[in-house]
């Protein structure tokens, strides 16, 4: 039961997570983007930072179901914003640093922004994750428990069970699709490039007949088609995001996918 509550406190929360990075990124962009690194409609790291705070705040991490276990006083609010900052910040660090080592790709770049580290996190959005956790934990937190509380436990184990099998699913897909990408990324600049075997010749006549008709979108299945529906996910999802190894390749893709609509 306890397993099963905090599990489904964490999808409740990877939910919330998606709906802000959405909103927020669908009006600034002023269309729609669906965030986010797998399918479902949900951000782990939101999830992950909400559960790790909430077994913090509950004696330091004791097994007990969410509750409303922490008062709303001065005292509490600093220490689940710094407590929710910190670890927002040391996941945020380790998700990148895994994103670039096994995919070789930057999802987010903090470069251009004051007070960051690496460009992987930076004090804006640490202050942030710090907020959204007194928000999540000491008003949104409560309210949900008083709900959840009085769902069956039978229930609760059966749509845990059910949840994880398709968050399961999703991440096998996900994952196995992002591990080929820099392969198709590379079959992608071989095309572009005409292929080593060619004449310098041929090679600049093929490069510059395909690169011209890419740019007049006179045949942009021949680059976009080649990608898998994960790979163009990602790419119109994070529109900032960098390919470590095969960046000219990642560029144009995204330049395709996130061409307005007319």
């Known amino acids: 039961m306890i397993f099963a ?25 002023k269309h729609f983007i669906n965030r986010g690194f797998l399918n479902g409609p949900i951000i782990p790291i939101y999830g992950f930072g909400a559960v790790l705070v909430m077994l913090i705040v509950n004696v330091f ?14 005292i509490n609010i600093f220490i689940v914003f710094f ?26 770049d903090y470069s ?11 004090l804006k959005s640490s202050l942030f994750f710090g907020l959204l956790s007194v928000i999540f934990i000491m008003i949104i937190e409560p309210l949900t428990t008083n709900v959840t509380t009085q769902i069956p436990e039978m229930v609760i184990y059966i749509a845990a069970g059910v949840i994880g099998v398709v968050l399961a699913v999703d991440l096998t897909v996900t994952l196995s699709s992002l591990l ?8 992608a600049e071989d095309i ?17 007949t395909l690169q011209e ?47 307005p609509a007319k």
């Open 213 to 259: 008709k890419i740019e007049e979108r006179m045949d942009e299945s021949l680059l976009i088609s080649r990608f898998h529906y994960q790979i163009r996910r990602m790419a119109k999802s994070y529109p900032a995001s960098i390919s470590l190894k095969h960046n000219e390749i990642w560029e144009k893709l995204k330049k395709q996918l996130n061409k």
């Open 180 to 187: 080929k990408l820099n392969e198709r990324l590379r079959s």
């Open 83 to 108: 407590a929710g900052m910190l670890l927002a910040t040391v996941l945020e660090y380790i998700a990148t640093v895994i994103l670039e080592s096994l995919f070789h790709l930057k999802l987010w």
């Open 61 to 74: 991490g004791s097994l007990v179901l969410p509750k409303q276990a922490v008062d709303f006083n001065i």
């Open 112 to 122: 251009k922004d004051k007070f960051n580290f690496q460009g992987r996190v930076c």
């Open 5 to 29: 509550a905090y599990f489904l406190g964490f999808i409740f929360y990877s939910f919330l997570g998606w709906v802000w990075e959405t909103t927020y990124c669908s009006i600034t962009a």
């Open 192 to 208: 572009i490039n005409a292929g080593v075997e060619n004449t310098l010749v041929e090679a600049a006549k093929i490069r510059d």
